[in-house]
């Protein structure tokens, strides 16, 4: 079993910051990529951010300049930090993972979503 715990949604006032936390656990043999996706109220679930286990980052053009995606390894935890956050930034975010984990003949690999936190930005 492979499981995604993400934490640090909430209210914030336009403006303000956030960091998000998502954190792997069960039998992972190794991570490839994690990102996070959002689902704003009555639009797509969007890629807001990525990265490679090699380090490489990608970011939606909406939110360049203001979000930064990171990981720690170690730990098998991914990191959003959203600064300058804008309502349209409302949404409900999801951590994604592609992992290889451990079954008694070798590993498998498997894409795992997180349950979702809600960020809302709002005065």
């Known amino acids: 079993q492979v499981q995604l715990v993400e934490s640090g949604g909430g209210l914030v006032q336009p403006g303000g910051s956030l960091r998000l936390s998502c954190a792997a656990s069960g039998s992972i043999f190794s991570i490839n990529a994690m990102g996070w996706y959002r689902q704003a109220p009555g639009l797509e679930r969007e890629l807001v951010a990525a990265i490679t286990s090699g380090g490489s980052t990608n970011y939606a053009d909406s939110v360049k300049g203001r979000f930064t995606i990171s990981r720690d390894n170690a730990k098998n935890t991914v990191y959003l930090q959203m600064n300058s956050l804008k309502p349209e930034d409302t949404a409900v975010y999801y951590c994604?993972?592609?992992?290889?984990?451990?079954?008694?003949?070798?590993?498998?690999?498997?894409?795992?979503w997180g349950q979702g936190t809600l960020v809302t930005v709002s005065s």
């Open positions: 994604n993972a592609k992992v290889w984990a451990l079954v008694t003949t070798g590993s498998r690999y498997l894409e795992v």
